[in-house]
């Protein structure tokens, strides 16, 4: 499924994004996610274990993990998810085994936590106008989430390829419409996929920060 490598040259890495395959790499995108949000405050403690350097939520196990490896290594510089409506079994798979190697009762506190009543957009508030597709259809969303580049590899087109990864998984899942949350400085970066900002959305997860949920048409 995932694309193929570029050829490597001097001035450009050779970088794949692809879904995550084993407990490895979840392991280097959950520490991604640690190091590029935990900083910024936009979620809970509840879900950073400091003393692993990992990242996890509730929401992991209905979702659909992708990394972006550069080099000729198996380096993890990016990740995106897909959050779903099923249970992911192998992501569960996958995040049992970390959590049975770093035993943090918190982390796996947070991991098992029961879901918010509405899994769709949880971190939204107030929705705005949902898209009659979404509300119609609600299990045929998916939600794109925690897009993270490492530092030292950004404006490479490392998210480029993560979100394209990503929708393209979306389409062969069958989903019908993505949505996301994001800070408003973001909104145009997701336009240029085809995300269209939802009227008079906004985020409660970005501490006070003007923030938007937006959504997009898989489905001809
Ligand atoms: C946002 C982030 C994922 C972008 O990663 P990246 O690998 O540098 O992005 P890319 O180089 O693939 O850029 C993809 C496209 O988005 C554009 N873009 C990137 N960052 C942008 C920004 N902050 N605002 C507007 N557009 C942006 C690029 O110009 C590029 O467009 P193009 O291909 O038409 O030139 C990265 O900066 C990051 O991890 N930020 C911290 C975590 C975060 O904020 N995640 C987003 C949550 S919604």
Redesign the pocket.
């Not at 950004?154 to 480029?160: N, S």
């Given at each position: 499924m995932g694309q193929t490598p570029a050829p490597h040259t001097s001035s450009q890495l050779w970088r794949e994004a692809r879904a995550i395959a084993n407990a490895e790499e979840l392991r280097q995108a959950l520490r991604l996610r640690f190091e590029?949000f935990a900083p910024v405050g936009i979620i809970s403690a509840a879900y950073l274990s400091p003393a692993t350097r990992l990242e996890l939520d509730e929401f992991d196990r209905f979702s659909l993990p992708f990394g972006c490896f550069i080099g000729t290594t198996d380096h993890l510089a990016?990740t995106v998810r897909i959050i779903t409506r099923q249970l992911q079994e192998h992501a569960s798979r996958l995040i049992g085994t970390i959590l049975r190697e770093i035993n943090d009762a918190n982390l796996r506190r947070a991991y098992e936590a029961p879901l918010p009543g509405n899994l769709l957009l949880s971190e939204c508030w107030p929705y705005g106008d949902l898209p009659s597709e979404i509300t119609s259809d609600p299990a045929t969303c998916g939600e794109l989430s925690r897009?993270?580049?490492h530092p030292s590899h950004?404006?490479?087109?490392?998210?480029?390829l993560l979100i394209n990864q990503a929708i393209g998984a979306a389409r062969q899942l069958g989903l019908k419409t993505l949505c996301?949350a994001?800070?408003t400085?973001?909104v145009?970066?997701h336009e240029?996929f085809g995300f269209r900002v939802i009227p008079g959305s906004r985020t409660a997860s970005f501490r006070g920060q003007p923030s938007a949920a937006m959504y997009m048409r898989l489905a001809e």
């Open positions: 590029v990016g897009l993270a580049v950004r404006k490479r087109g490392l998210a480029r996301l994001c800070g400085w973001h145009t970066l240029r």
